[in-house]
């Protein structure tokens, strides 16, 4: 009832929420109450937390950011919040997000833009945008997001809340609507490492409903949490630090990596040498993806369809052309190019390659240092509306994140200062399945 009351109160300034789930929540919460009563609780027991709206949840409204999914209603549960709500805890509603997870500012979502809640005139990042404002607003203790070229991280840093992308595999992506499905990877947003610690030991894990989900072990993600820094070898890729990067926001990463070398880190300079190509590659890839994984959006089994179909092609085309907005489409358009005949070599295949070579130099610099820490994004949270016209601009955006994704490794952002009286996240990537080091590092710092 805090939650609700709190959300009634302040969510119509920031707009984070899609869908409240008043009566779930209420229920849930008397369940919770139930078994604190009969001391069959978990810590997650009670917890008041919100999903980002690609999650689908049986009974509850779906949208992805989307006209096309406005009266999506999944007849069943996705495995991340089935295994949270199994964990005890309380569905507050579905959270805004730039359509599809398309975007880096959440002003693709078609139920309007998410507002910063440091500074109302400025974007929360994307596109897990609304979990980031509501977690940051006291709207929820926690929230799901997706991270398929930073839009955990760079949501928030800007946000001044804890994220982390687990590795690719580490959490099923079963009921999670796609855009780039070898990319796309859930997880936590809360206040603190611990409290994103909580959340994976829920969520984490092998399904055996989706195909690229690992098989290797979860770790325990909270047993770790004290360990001490000592020794601990942090790279610092000289190619984070170069042009492009705000001044301001350079100055509290440096001041943060003081800090960890007060707790006993040892820093040197590493290279990851084709940082660049990660944008260019990147925005081949993922939109070939998406434009495979939407051809889905028929409007034959669910979702939008237009009035009055002459005939099925007419439908099709019509439901797509009102279901998807101009991002989507662009990005569908740009996709289907990337793989059609004679271009698929050039465009495609070339994407991929350079993305075996970003991989490389993760594991190359892996091998020198446990930890490779930077800026989640070269600014703080931009003015709403400044980027919109300027589609290379907000791709720029994505610099620092887009090749965690790429290589399939895991990353947080943790809050590491303020710029301009605005949130600056760190970040911190660490190898393969090293979701427990990452959050060791980063409890150790708060
Ligand atoms: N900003 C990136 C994009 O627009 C990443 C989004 C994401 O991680 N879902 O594709």
């Excluded at 009634?8 to 109450?33: F, G, R």
């Excluded at 810590?43 to 779906?62: E, N, R, S, V």
């Amino acid at each position: 009832r805090y939650f609700l009351d709190r959300i009634a109160k302040l969510d119509p300034q920031l707009n984070s929420y899609i869908t409240l789930s008043e009566d779930v929540a209420l229920k849930q919460a008397a369940h919770a109450d139930t078994q604190i009563q009969h001391g069959d609780a978990s810590l997650l027991t009670g917890i008041p937390i919100a999903h980002k709206d690609l999650f689908c949840t049986a009974g509850t409204l779906t949208t992805c950011g989307s006209k096309m999914l406005n009266n999506f209603i999944p007849p069943y549960e996705s495995t991340v919040t089935g295994r949270l709500q199994n964990a005890g805890a309380v569905m507050l509603g579905k959270t805004n997000m730039d359509e599809f997870a398309m975007g880096s500012s959440n002003e693709n979502s078609y139920y309007g833009a998410v507002k910063n809640p440091w500074n109302l005139d400025t974007v929360p990042g994307g596109s897990s945008g609304g979990s980031a404002a509501a977690v940051a607003a006291g709207l929820a203790i926690a929230a799901t997001g997706t991270d398929t070229g930073g839009s955990i991280r760079q949501p928030a840093s800007f946000c001044g809340i804890t994220g982390l992308k687990p590795t690719y595999g580490r959490v099923s992506r079963f009921g999670m609507i796609a855009y780039a499905s070898s990319l796309d990877q859930a997880g936590p947003m809360a206040k603190s490492a611990e409290d994103c610690a909580h959340i994976m030991q829920a969520m984490a894990g092998f399904d055996d409903k989706d195909s690229t989900s690992s098989e290797t072990p979860n770790d325990d993600y909270l047993s770790n949490l004290n360990a001490p820094l000592t020794g601990l070898k942090i790279g610092l890729p000289k190619e984070y630090f170069g042009d492009g990067l705000d001044a301001g926001v350079a100055d509290v990463i440096m001041a943060a990596v003081k800090e960890f070398e007060k707790l006993g880190a040892e820093v040197k300079e590493i290279s990851l040498p084709n940082l660049n190509l990660s944008i260019p590659s990147y925005y081949v890839i993922a939109p070939s993806e998406a434009s495979s994984n939407l051809s889905r959006f028929d409007g034959v089994r669910f979702g939008h369809r237009c009035e009055d179909p002459k005939d099925l092609l007419d439908m099709y085309m019509r439901s797509r052309a009102e279901g998807f907005g101009q991002e989507v489409q662009k990005r569908i358009m740009v996709g289907t190019y990337a793989l059609s005949e004679g271009y698929y070599d050039a465009y495609y295949l070339k994407a991929q390659k350079i993305r075996r070579l970003i991989k490389q130099d993760f594991t190359n610099a892996l091998q020198e240092v446990d930890v490779i820490m930077g800026p989640v994004a070269p600014t703080t949270a931009f003015g709403l509306g400044s980027k919109t016209n300027d589609p290379v601009a907000m791709y720029l955006e994505d610099i620092y994140t887009l090749s965690v994704n790429l290589a399939g490794i895991p990353a947080m952002s943790i809050p590491a200062g303020f710029s301009n009286n605005m949130p600056v996240g760190l970040q911190i990537m660490g190898n393969y399945f090293a979701e427990a080091k990452l959050l060791n590092v980063a409890h150790q710092y708060q």
